[in-house]
Protein backbone atom coordinates (compact mmCIF):
# COMPACT_ATOMS: atom_id res chain seq x y z
CA UNK A 1 0.00 0.00 0.00
CA UNK A 2 1.52 2.96 -0.89
CA UNK A 3 1.64 5.51 2.62
CA UNK A 4 0.73 9.08 -0.06
CA UNK A 5 -2.57 7.16 -0.87
CA UNK A 6 -3.85 6.62 2.95
CA UNK A 7 -2.31 10.32 4.22
CA UNK A 8 -5.20 12.22 5.14
CA UNK A 9 -5.26 16.03 6.05
CA UNK A 10 -7.50 18.43 7.55
CA UNK A 11 -7.57 20.66 4.57
CA UNK A 12 -8.50 23.71 4.20
CA UNK A 13 -11.82 23.02 5.75
CA UNK A 14 -10.15 22.11 8.83
CA UNK A 15 -7.75 24.99 8.89
CA UNK A 16 -10.79 27.81 8.44
CA UNK A 17 -12.86 25.94 11.57
CA UNK A 18 -9.96 25.93 13.81
CA UNK A 19 -8.94 29.79 12.79
CA UNK A 20 -12.57 30.67 13.21
CA UNK A 21 -12.52 29.28 16.80
CA UNK A 22 -9.31 30.80 17.22
CA UNK A 23 -10.62 34.59 16.36
CA UNK A 24 -13.71 33.49 18.76
CA UNK A 25 -11.88 32.48 21.61
CA UNK A 26 -10.03 35.40 20.95
CA UNK A 27 -12.74 37.61 21.50
CA UNK A 28 -14.08 36.25 24.15
CA UNK A 29 -11.13 36.17 26.95
CA UNK A 30 -10.76 40.34 25.83
CA UNK A 31 -14.42 40.67 26.32
CA UNK A 32 -14.09 38.71 29.76
CA UNK A 33 -11.03 40.93 31.07
CA UNK A 34 -12.49 44.26 30.32
CA UNK A 35 -15.61 42.57 32.50
CA UNK A 36 -13.07 41.67 35.31
CA UNK A 37 -11.56 44.44 35.04
CA UNK A 38 -14.62 47.01 35.33
CA UNK A 39 -15.88 44.81 37.81
CA UNK A 40 -12.79 44.82 40.22
CA UNK A 41 -12.54 48.99 39.78
CA UNK A 42 -16.03 49.40 41.24
CA UNK A 43 -15.08 47.06 43.94
CA UNK A 44 -12.42 49.43 44.68
CA UNK A 45 -15.04 52.08 44.74
CA UNK A 46 -17.04 50.97 46.68
CA UNK A 47 -14.53 50.11 49.65
CA UNK A 48 -13.43 53.35 49.30
CA UNK A 49 -16.78 54.73 49.57
CA UNK A 50 -17.55 52.55 52.49
CA UNK A 51 -13.91 53.28 54.18
CA UNK A 52 -14.72 57.22 53.85
CA UNK A 53 -18.64 56.59 55.56
CA UNK A 54 -21.97 57.90 54.90
CA UNK A 55 -21.34 61.24 52.91
CA UNK A 56 -24.01 63.98 52.47
CA UNK A 57 -25.28 62.19 49.57
CA UNK A 58 -26.37 58.98 51.61
CA UNK A 59 -28.86 59.20 53.96
CA UNK A 60 -29.95 57.10 57.25
CA UNK A 61 -32.32 54.36 56.46
CA UNK A 62 -34.47 55.16 59.48
CA UNK A 63 -35.61 58.64 58.60
CA UNK A 64 -39.26 59.19 58.13
CA UNK A 65 -38.32 59.30 54.52
CA UNK A 66 -37.30 55.79 54.46
CA UNK A 67 -40.36 54.00 53.44
CA UNK A 68 -41.27 53.16 49.01
CA UNK A 69 -41.30 56.26 46.70
CA UNK A 70 -44.42 56.70 45.49
CA UNK A 71 -45.22 58.60 42.47
CA UNK A 72 -48.01 61.06 41.65
CA UNK A 73 -51.12 59.92 40.93
CA UNK A 74 -52.32 59.64 37.74
CA UNK A 75 -55.96 59.19 37.20
Do not use: H, I, W
Not at 13 to 42: E, I
Request: charged fraction near 25%; charge should be negative.
Amino acid sequence: MDPESVAVTAGLGGFLSFFLLAVALYFLMRNMNARMRRMAYREELEAKAAEAGPGPDRTDSSGPDSGPVKGPDVV
